[in-house]
């Protein structure tokens, strides 16, 4: 098995509903752009990824959001050394359909109380769901694996809470754990390196907005 040096993860630059939530009532999800300031982050990240992968081969998952291609395309790698597949399961978290911005502000104050795994979206997914995806989306990259030249570095271009969940289920996370992490920023960069005891360790951790609260504690 042919496993890669690093995986990487990154979050799309900022997109047009992260600078305006109202873009929602317009334009469907799936269909948001970057903002300017979301191609520069894009851009910037594309260097660190230049630099970082060098003259090694790279294989490449990217969301079909137009928010993430655009930032894939921004990232300016070399052709010659990369192979894109387009990855339905590594997409946003569904929050619907056509979003009312007072609708949905109303249900992430729910999803804060409630919990961000469990809590699901009207017409849309909870974070278990997607969790469930992207578990999906694990057993065919470890089978990717089995390919003798497989590439030396995967990269997925993806969202903030898919990031999160991917790592929760590669480093067997608990819920309370997941329910503790921050999103990261537009643009940020975490990486699965592979050490010489064979396993994966994540290079920086997520930030952490408060501690773990679980449901095991001997009161």
């Known amino acids: 098995m042919a496993r890669p040096r ?45 630099e970082l992968f060098g003259e090694e081969r790279v294989s490449v998952y990217v969301s079909p959001y137009r928010r993430t291609l655009e930032t894939l395309r921004a990232f300016d790698l070399d052709a010659a050394r990369i192979r894109v597949r387009e ?20 249900q992430k104050a729910y999803r804060d109380a409630y919990g961000h ?4 979206f009207a017409q849309g997914e909870s974070g278990a769901d997607v969790y469930d995806r992207v578990g999906a989306f694990l057993e065919s990259l470890y089978r990717s694996f089995e390919a003798p030249d497989h590439p030396q570095n995967v990269l997925l271009v ?5 990031m999160r ?9 608990s819920v309370a754990e997941f329910e503790a992490l921050s999103n990261p920023g537009n ?12 396993r994966y360790s994540l290079d920086r ?14 009161r």
């Open 87 to 106: 990855e339905p399961r590594l997409r946003e978290q569904d929050w619907g359909n056509w979003q009312d911005r007072d609708d949905v502000r109303l």
């Open 6 to 50: 690093r995986i990487v993860l990154v979050r799309h630059g900022e997109s047009e509903g992260n600078a305006d939530d109202t873009v929602y009532e317009r334009e469907p999800d799936h269909a948001l752009r970057l903002t300017d300031t979301g191609h520069r982050q894009a851009e910037a990240t594309g260097v660190r990824l230049r």
């Open 117 to 120: 795994f469990f809590y699901r």
């Open 187 to 198: 643009a940020e960069i975490r990486s699965l390196v592979l050490g010489e005891d064979g």
């Open 205 to 218: 951790p997520f930030v952490r907005w408060r501690e773990p609260e679980t449901y095991d504690r001997i």
């Open 165 to 173: 969940l991917f790592c929760m289920r590669w480093f067997h996370w």
């Open 158 to 162: 993806t969202h903030g809470l898919t």
